[in-house]
């Protein structure tokens, strides 16, 4: 299966495609939703989102460093570096 090209206006949604395509694709299944990724509200950084991700795992960044450069080279695709609530646009 292929990585999900549809986008969504909304960040939430948006982000949970990429959940969703993390967990068809990697087996990365865990309970981290969207929402929890951007309640603070700030700017949701690549390494922030790899860590959350790896998190929810039980894996740990520093151990686990293919991982997290896979996870992180998905979020930066879809992004850069970094994604806010306020500077989301497709």
Not at 40 to 68: I, Q, S
């Amino acid at each position: 299966m292929a990585w999900n090209r549809n986008r969504e206006v909304k960040l939430v949604d948006d982000l949970e495609i990429l959940l969703s395509d993390l967990c068809t694709e990697w087996d990365f299944c865990s309970q981290i939703s969207a929402v929890d990724l951007v309640a603070h509200g700030k700017t949701l950084r690549a390494l922030d989102f790899t860590n959350a991700v790896l998190a929810a795992e039980g894996m740990n960044p520093k151990n686990d460093v293919n991982w997290a450069r896979r996870i992180k080279r998905k979020f930066v695709q879809r992004y850069g570096q970094s994604v806010s609530i306020s500077s989301h646009f497709i």
